[in-house]
């Protein structure tokens, strides 16, 4: 059981936009930046964005981020079929003092 | 260019101890702080531990699964972190990353390091 909660999976059509959602608590998204990666299988995670929509260079903007509260979301606009991957949410958690994880979202393009 | 790899993986029978290795180019150690993530078979992500910089008190920190049958030890001379596990248990079976994350846009990964337990 992941202490972040995303939802297995999700999917869209090209060109369309998609949300991916992470729910955690006051001692992790409360209080502390979430991080985004994108994972290919066979591949190492990668980092979409994080803090207010801060992306390494070479991420497109069709990447983006929104938080409240204790919740953060995913989105992604004009779905491309190679954003076909696995999603992960992540935070510092306070209270356990540790990283932690959502527990993956599956997007499919359709 | 920053590169992370990581090596030592192998496989070890339930009780058993390896080493895992991280050596870092590209950027100064001292100054980062250095993570390692694992993913199981099909799973998701886990964080396994951090081992802090020397500016942020060079502490490290372990997640309730590995917190005293794993150690995280750096030696900054090398350019490489050592991940020290111990009483090794089928479900540490995993690829096992080390990366520079979570320190903002400074996130870089290895391509993992495959450990099987099993007899």
């Known amino acids: 059981q992941s202490v972040l909660t995303q939802p297995p999976s999700a999917s869209g059509t090209p060109g369309q936009r998609v949300t991916i959602s992470c729910s955690g608590s006051?001692?992790?998204?409360?209080?502390?930046?979430v991080y985004w990666y994108q994972q290919f299988p066979g591949m190492a995670p990668k980092l979409l964005v994080y803090?207010?929509?801060q992306r390494p260079s070479g991420v497109p903007d069709r990447f983006s981020d929104s938080k409240s509260g204790t919740s953060d979301s995913l989105a992604i606009s004009g779905l491309r079929s190679e954003d076909e991957a696995d999603y992960y949410c992540?935070?510092?958690?306070?209270?356990?003092?540790?990283?932690?994880f959502g527990g993956g979202t599956k997007l499919t393009v359709l | 260019e920053v590169q992370v790899v990581e090596s030592g993986g192998g496989l070890v029978e339930p009780g058993g101890s390896l080493r895992l290795s991280c050596t870092v180019s590209?950027?100064?150690?001292?100054?980062?702080?250095m993570t390692w993530v694992r993913q199981a078979p099909g799973k998701g992500l886990e964080w396994i531990g951090r081992?802090?910089?020397?500016?942020?008190?060079?502490?490290?920190d372990y997640a309730a699964p590995v917190k005293g049958r794993f150690t995280i030890v750096r030696d900054d001379s090398k350019d490489t972190v050592y991940l020290e596990m111990t009483s090794l248990k089928i479900e540490d079976t995993a690829l096992y990353y080390c990366?520079?994350?979570?320190?903002?846009?400074?996130?870089?990964w290895g391509q993992g390091t495959l450990v099987t337990v099993s007899s």
């Open positions: 006051s001692s992790n998204i409360g209080s502390n930046y």
């Open positions: 992540a935070a510092w958690d306070d209270s356990l003092s540790g990283w932690v």
């Open positions: 990366t520079t994350a979570p320190y903002g846009l400074f996130d870089y």
């Open positions: 803090k207010n929509n």
């Open positions: 590209g950027f100064i150690l001292t100054n980062a702080g």
């Open positions: 081992s802090k910089s020397k500016n942020d008190g060079a502490t490290t």
